[in-house]
């Protein structure tokens, strides 16, 4: 129930950074977490990061916890994923998603089925 449509992906060298942005149709955002999650070839979809309604909570998956960082503006409708220290191992297309409502409590992760809506996904290499 809300159209995303995500940016910024692409190639770069390993110990180089990327922004992904996500833009969100409506007024309504500010309902809903949002999350990343991506998907290598022959691998299942993973979470990545995950922020609340209003940004003060966020989570991350062990593999990318201080390196990528979730942050959102309210105002512009828009969810951001700032990746650095990048390792091929992170090389996947990558997916914004929506989930209405409060984030709740987080234990390991979101499952993407909690996600009703959906980016196109973005490519992001990382050469060695």
């Known amino acids: 129930q809300v159209q995303l449509v995500e940016s910024g992906g692409g190639l770069v060298q390993a110990g180089g950074s990327l922004r992904l942005s996500c833009a969100a149709s409506g007024r309504t955002f500010s309902r809903y977490a949002m999350g990343w999650f991506r998907q290598a070839p022959g691998k299942e979809r993973e979470f990545v990061a995950t922020i609340s309604r209003s940004g003060a909570s966020t989570y991350y998956a062990d593999s990318v916890k201080g390196r990528f960082t979730i942050s959102r503006d309210n105002a512009m409708s828009t969810v951001y994923l700032q990746m650095n220290s990048l390792k091929p191992e992170d090389t996947a297309v990558y997916y914004c998603?929506?989930?209405?409502?409060?984030?709740?409590?987080?234990?390991?992760?979101?499952?993407?089925?909690?996600?009703?809506?959906w980016g196109q996904g973005i490519q992001v290499t990382v050469s060695s």
């Open positions: 998603a929506a989930k209405f409502g409060p984030l709740g409590t987080v234990v390991a992760g979101i499952p993407a089925s909690d996600f009703g809506s």
